[in-house]
T-cell receptor, first 117, second 109 residues
Framework: EAGVAQSPRYKIIEKRQSVAFWCNPI?????LYWYQQILGQGPKLLIQ????????DSQLPKDRFSAERLKGVDSTLKIQPAKLEDSAVYLC???????????????FGQGTRLTVV | AQRVTQPEKLLSVFKGAPVELKCNYS??????LFWYVQYSRQRLQLLLR??SRESIKGFTADLNKGETSFHLKKPFAQEEDSAMYYC???????????FGPGTRLSVLP
């Protein structure tokens, strides 16, 4: 089956610019996650969607980050304006309904490596 | 509060030696625990989960609720096991899915 698709793979921007990342989850997966992975650290959950609703966005810096999943399929994550400390890999993952205890966990995309200069 | 801890950033073992990657979690309810692996230049992928009690690529992990641990073990390490390993915890009925900081396993020839 096709995996989680993300684009772009790499992005370099100057601080204070804006940037957007796109994610297409595995077909049929209701839950979508965005993670930020700073070099040398584990993935940090930014936001979790269930279909087109937000389940958890407690760690999303809402003054500059926003995310949407309008039709419950694709999702975009935006940063505006970017700061140097936003340099990281942004990972998208998807899974079946998060409340289904039979599910196998999350499947990850390749990630987008963002460098803010 | 950090929910998942992996005390070793780097673990080096020789080929054929046993390996144990440590993971401890903090959660008072019923946890779901996973191990993910990331090989060089590949995406993060699921290795195993506690609920299935399976052995994947020779790795096993047992959930110890008393010690709140989910250590990953393999009796004989192979060079191809060299990778980053992340322990992950899902809790609150799936509404939270958090990862540990990771351990880099290096298997030496």
């Amino acid at each position: 089956e096709a995996g989680v698709a993300q684009s772009p793979r790499y992005k370099i921007i100057e601080k204070r610019q804006s940037v957007a990342f796109w994610c297409n989850p595995i077909s049929g997966h209701a839950t979508l996650y965005w993670y930020q992975q700073i070099l040398g650290q584990g993935p940090k959950l930014l936001i979790q969607f269930q279909n087109n609703g937000v389940v958890d966005d407690s760690q999303l810096p809402k003054d500059r980050f926003s995310a949407e999943r309008l039709k419950g399929v694709d999702s975009t994550l935006k940063i505006q304006p970017a700061k140097l400390e936003d340099s990281a890999v942004y990972l998208c993952a998807s899974s079946l309904d998060f409340s289904d205890l039979r599910q196998e966990g999350a499947f990850f995309g390749q990630g987008t490596r963002l460098t803010v200069v | 509060a950090q929910r998942v801890t992996q005390p070793e950033k780097l673990l080096s073992v020789f080929k054929g030696a046993p390996v144990e990657l440590k993971c401890n979690y903090s959660y008072s309810g019923s946890p779901e625990l996973f191990w993910y692996v990331q090989y060089s230049r590949q995406r993060l992928q699921l290795l195993l989960r506690h609920i299935s009690r399976e052995s994947i690529k020779g790795f096993t992990a047992d959930l110890n609720k008393g010690e709140t641990s989910f250590h990953l073990k393999k009796p004989f390490a192979q060079e191809e096991d060299s990778a980053m390993y992340y322990c992950a915890l899902r809790f609150d009925y799936g509404q939270n899915f958090v990862f540990g900081p990771g351990t880099r396993l290096s298997v030496l020839p």
